[in-house]
């Protein structure tokens, strides 16, 4: 059974021979560890860009690859805003692309089809498919719109307008809904099979649950429901402390939800098992980067028994990895997962 095959299947919450096993994102890793930063990675065109990404994961073995992840911020600069990329790390926004809410009825999302370096990042997933979508899922990412409005709003902006101006809150989360669906769609219709929404600004540490319900889920909802039309998978990453919000995330119909370190494997079971597949939790800096082999070996047969490895659950790290992360690390993670016995399983 190949990698995709055993995702595949815990997806649909059946018994799978071992736990399936992947990275979340890894983009700048993956081109960081080669002195590539992801601008250099642009330059070289999709063909070879594609083939730093194979190559990686032939030494990784990861269940699910994420062609275009660490671009997020892409689409400011797509739409005419100001992006900086750094030598080691993703891009940074430089100023928000929005003045206030009514700004974004005169953006042309059609631009993101100017931007040669969104066009190389979409045909860098196609070929990416070509060459290993058959044996393992290929996925890209972006982030949800609570996020993607910090970024295009100013989040400052965006954390005060939910008290004093909630109406250009929701103008500018139904902008960025509408801005996440039609970057992400091209990577579907390249062929990815799953779709990686990521959501820190929905974190526990950021906004309480009775806000995550009104100014996240809803948007959540709009965008996994106009990517699984499209025929792909979702996936929804949210940092931090998530705990008081566990029961909401299938209603956002996302079929994995990927939790943070801060958030006990045995509460998503309890919460979420059964409705939705789940994936995480190794800490990303404190275990994936800094420990040794033998104890992230350790840390990931603890998630494995806290998640009750099985139907349902893959072994991941709890956020997209620094570019430190060690090889001998992720290498550790994956043949944890692949020699875990069956009988566990």
């Known amino acids: 059974m190949s990698g995709k095959d055993v995702v595949l299947k815990a997806i ?28 250099g990675a642009l330059a070289m065109g999709p063909q070879q860009a594609a083939e730093i990404i194979i190559r990686t994961n032939e030494e990784v073995d990861s269940d699910i690859i994420w062609p275009g992840s660490g671009y997020h911020n892409i689409v400011v600069r797509g739409l005419g805003g100001k992006i900086k990329f750094r030598a080691r790390g993703a891009p940074d926004v430089q100023e928000p692309l929005l003045k206030d809410a009514a700004g974004a009825e005169k953006i042309d ?15 860098m997933a196609r070929h990416v498919v070509k060459a290993v979508g058959g044996k393992t ?26 008290y004093k101006d909630q109406q250009a809150v929701h103008e ?34 950021m906004i309480s649950r009775d806000q995550f319900e009104r100014f996240s889920l809803p948007y959540l909802k709009k965008v996994a429901g106009r990517i699984k039309q499209k025929g792909a998978l979702v996936t ?9 919000r566990l029961d909401l ?18 509460k998503v079971r309890s919460q979420v098992g059964g409705r939705i597949a789940f994936a995480g939790n190794m800490n990303p800096v404190a275990v994936m980067q800094n420990a040794a082999p033998d104890e992230v070996k350790d840390a990931c047969r603890l998630c494995l028994e806290q998640a009750g490895a099985g139907d349902g659950y893959v072994l991941m790290p709890g956020c997209d990895i620094p570019p430190g ?12 997962a692949h020699s875990w016995r069956k009988e566990e399983v």
Not at 137 to 162: C, H, N
Not at 236 to 244: D, F, L, S, W
Not at 250 to 264: H, M, Q
Request: aromatic content about 8%; overall charge negative; glycine content about 8%.
């Open 12 to 39: 649909r919450l059946e018994r799978t021979e071992r736990p399936p096993v992947a990275l979340l994102s890894a983009g700048v890793w993956t081109f960081n560890r080669q002195g590539v930063s992801l601008e």
């Open 109 to 123: 999302l059609s631009r993101l089809d100017d931007d040669q370096g969104i066009r190389t990042l979409w045909q």
């Open 137 to 162: 899922l290929v996925g890209s990412s972006q982030w949800d719109p609570f996020t993607l409005a910090g970024m295009v709003y100013g989040v400052e902006k965006l954390m005060r307008g939910i």
């Open 172 to 205: 500018v989360l139904n902008f960025t809904s509408e801005l996440c669906c039609r970057y992400l769609e091209p990577y579907v219709e390249a062929g990815c099979e799953i779709i990686s929404i990521a959501e820190p600004t929905s974190s526990g540490d």
């Open 236 to 244: 929804i990453h949210i940092c931090g402390n998530i705990t008081n």
């Open 249 to 266: 995330i299938p209603e956002s119909g996302a079929d994995i939800l990927s939790v943070d370190y801060k958030v006990d494997l045995g």
């Open 325 to 336: 992360v060690p090889l001998e690390n992720i290498r550790a993670m994956v043949q944890t």
